[in-house]
């Protein structure tokens, strides 16, 4: 160990827990024992591995409430959100506790005999996460990584790293030693030693596109498996003959929510010039009432940033003069608060345009017609979520076809459901977690062609 780690609640800045802090040395012993327990887990009977799954599951669910707590907490979230996270956690596990029964694979007809494939495991893989939905990502690929057969090595962030550790001592005791590991420690040392052990089959990895990217650089060294879920400057495009009252009241938590930390915020709003003082109107009137405060009130609807670092970058976006059309509330520190804070006008090429902000900071720009939206919404270096408001049937479906992201919604601002796939297009990144695709990015085709 290398130390120990103070965990901060970002609500107070106060300690919420000093937990040991780990260096490579713990990362190659993680790695260790995930390989030693591989060939056990693997070996499993798929109705036995799935049935220890289910016993996960119904462990989760004993700690639901607990585990709510720690990351409402720790992650400065209000701690409705912090009970449906985690409920999604679970439910993800559940899902793919389904899956071991179903990893099907193909008979196909060739010349001399009979093919198969098979759909196999790859080893120990290396999950590494960002700190704004920890133990919800942490779920989305640890279902399918240990469904498929795989044991894990987890390295949370080092800023909300508690409810990945309590998650590794119930795996612990419900599933036995070695298949589920977790290390916390920094990510330029703990992450890159994951990224770099030649006994890591593949990183499955959530977080900035920087980050990504040298990830990905890394990992070509050992011709590693890697899947990349990255950041996102989603659009929210509101057409003139959208319900537009709807769009606006709902237009707050397509990006104000977990603070705007959420990589699927949809942190441009494209609003068609017609209806833009209806929308801007109602959108006040909503942004105004957002009730920001301490995580654990039950009432709360936005908590803090998660650390000082954060609070500087995103106050970096609204400087003095910033076109400001309106601003929510925060209470005074201590504490990490930032105002919702609604731009406009903004122009297309303003830094609050081009970066992802990951704080509530929301820009609104105006368009005249179909072709302008879909040049705007595309003008970006990122492609993973987005909205579409319109009654226009075949415009609705016009423009998703048309945005360059992976998970649209129409007249909806939601991006994630446990049994759909999710990720990104362009430098949102690659592969999927999520819905029965998840299995392909934790499993390797084998074909077996049998003379006979
Ligand atoms: P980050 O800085 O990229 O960190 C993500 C994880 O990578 C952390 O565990 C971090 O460790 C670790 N890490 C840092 N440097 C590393 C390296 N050189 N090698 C290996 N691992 C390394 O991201 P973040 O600040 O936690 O999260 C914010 C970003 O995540 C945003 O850009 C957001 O859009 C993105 N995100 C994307 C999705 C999605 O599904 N597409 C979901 C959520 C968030 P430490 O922090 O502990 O040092
Ligand atoms: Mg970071």
Redesign the pocket.
């Known amino acids: 160990m290398t130390g120990t780690l103070a965990v901060i609640e970002p609500a107070t800045e106060a300690v919420l827990e000093e937990i040991p802090r780990a260096g490579a040395a713990e990362v190659d012993a993680a790695v260790a024992a995930a390989r030693a327990a591989y060939p056990g887990w693997r070996a499993l009977a798929p109705g036995d591995r799935a049935e220890k799954l289910r016993a996960l599951v119904a462990a989760m669910e004993a700690a639901h409430e607990e585990l709510s707590v720690l990351e409402s907490r720790n992650a400065g979230k209000p701690i409705s959100s912090a009970r449906g996270e985690i409920g999604m956690a679970i439910a993800t596990i559940r899902y793919y506790a389904g899956a071991p029964e179903r990893l099907l694979g193909d008979t196909i007809p060739v010349a001399g005999g009979q093919a198969f494939t098979f759909r196999e495991p790859m080893g120990v893989v290396g999950l590494?996460?960002?700190?704004?939905?920890p133990l919800a990502?942490a779920c989305w690929k640890m279902g399918p990584a240990l469904a498929a057969g795989n044991t894990v090595v987890l390295?949370?962030?080092?800023?909300t790293p508690l409810t990945a550790v309590r998650f590794g001592a119930l795996a612990d005791e419900v599933l036995g030693g070695g298949i589920v590991n977790v290390v916390v420690?920094?990510?330029?040392v703990?992450?890159?030693r994951?990224?770099e052990h030649a006994d890591v089959a593949k990183i499955a990895?959530?977080?900035?596109?920087?980050?990504?990217r040298?990830?990905a650089a890394?990992a070509a060294q050992t011709i590693k498996r890697v899947t990349l879920?990255?950041?996102?400057k989603s659009p929210n495009i509101v057409f003139e003959d959208a319900d537009v009252e709807l769009a606006a009241a709902s237009a707050p938590w397509a990006v104000f929510d977990n603070a705007g930390?959420?990589?699927?915020a949809r942190s441009r709003i494209f609003v068609q010039e017609r209806v833009l003082d209806a929308f801007m109107s109602r959108l006040e009137t909503e942004v105004k009432a957002i009730r920001v405060g301490q995580p654990l009130d039950e009432q709360t609807e936005m908590g803090p940033l998660i650390s000082a670092d954060q609070l500087s970058t995103v106050s970096s976006f609204v400087p003095d003069g910033a076109p400001v059309a309106f601003r929510g509330s925060a209470p005074d520190g201590p504490g990490y608060w930032f105002p919702p804070t609604v731009l406009c006008p903004v122009a297309p090429d303003d830094r609050a345009v081009r970066e992802?902000i990951?704080g509530p900071v929301a820009a609104v720009i105006p368009f005249k017609d179909e072709d302008e939206a879909i040049r705007l919404a595309n003008d970006t270096i990122y492609g993973?979520s987005g909205s579409i408001w319109t009654r226009d049937g075949g415009r609705a479906l016009r423009v998703a076809r048309a945005v360059e992201a992976g998970n649209l919604s129409l007249n909806s601002n939601s991006s994630v459901r446990v049994t759909t796939p999710?990720?990104?297009f362009k430098q949102?990144?690659y592969g999927r977690?999520l819905g029965p695709h998840a299995l392909d990015a934790y499993t390797e085709v084998k074909t077996v062609f049998y003379a006979t």
């Open positions: 590494i996460t960002p700190w704004n939905f990502i390295k949370p962030a080092e800023l420690g920094p990510g330029r703990c992450g890159q994951l990224v990895f959530t977080g900035s596109t920087e980050v990504g040298s990830i890394a879920e990255l950041g996102g930390q959420d990589c699927c992802e990951f993973l999710f990720g990104g949102s990144g977690e």
